[in-house]
T-cell receptor, first 111, second 114 residues
């Protein structure tokens, strides 16, 4: 399949550890943010979203934190598993459905 | 359908030829989006539709690119007089509504212009 993220920043973690993936977004007026996971040869897959009126949102094993002061978004994955290995993208949008994707981060999980 | 489908999955064409890429969104989804993704980068917005109306085409690179969704379901992205720089993965996504609804992505069409 197609390889995504040949030269992306890489985060390597051991299975069972927690992972934190960071993203700096560009538009201070952005009001909706999404994290996507992309496995090799596949399209991006929605993980979790957050609106600008929130600082934190939790899902199953994942938490998104939003710091509007410094335009920073993070994705925390608890008890990282081998199946979490992928490229992760943050995306932002402002009053529209046009998503602006950031630079991805490759997550590698070692047994 | 079960998910967003795109066809063809792979397309090799010669420079100067026209190509048409098809997207079949999830049944009932109101909005449909086209993105282009280069290797190692996130998807880049091209255009999107609500029902049959094209809402935003600001991401289309030039007038060789066009898209339509005549009946508010299937969409076609057409590239005329293809150039080598058009080579990329073209992805389609659909969502149930507008204003923060999750976008579901298709598997993409890998276009190679020789």
């Amino acid at each position: 399949g197609e390889s995504v993220g040949l030269h992306l920043p890489t985060l390597s973690v051991q299975e069972g550890d927690n992972s934190i993936i960071n993203c700096a977004y560009s538009n201070s007026a952005s009001d909706y943010f999404i994290w996507y996971k992309q496995e090799s040869g596949k399209g991006p897959q929605f993980i979790i979203d957050i609106r600008s009126n929130m600082d934190k949102r939790q899902g199953q094993r994942v938490t998104v934190l939003l710091n509007k002061t410094v335009k920073h978004l993070s994705l925390q994955i608890a008890a990282t598993q081998p199946g979490d290995s992928a490229v992760y993208f943050c995306a932002e949008t402002y009053n529209t459905d046009k998503l602006i994707f950031g630079t991805g981060t490759r997550l590698q999980v070692f047994p | 359908g079960a998910g967003v489908s795109q066809s063809p999955r792979y397309k090799v064409t010669k420079r100067g030829q026209d190509v048409a890429l098809r997207c079949d969104p999830i049944s009932g989804h109101v909005s449909l989006y086209w993105y282009r993704q280069a290797l190692g980068q996130g998807p880049e917005f091209l255009t999107y539709f609500n029902y049959e109306a094209q809402q935003d085409k600001s991401g289309l690179p030039n007038d060789r690119f066009s898209a339509e969704r005549p009946e508010g379901s299937i969409s076609t992205l057409t590239i005329q007089r293809t150039e080598q720089r058009d080579s990329a993965m073209y992805r389609c996504a659909s969502s149930a509504g507008t204003g923060g609804y999750e976008q579901y992505f298709g598997p993409g069409t890998r276009l190679t212009v020789t």
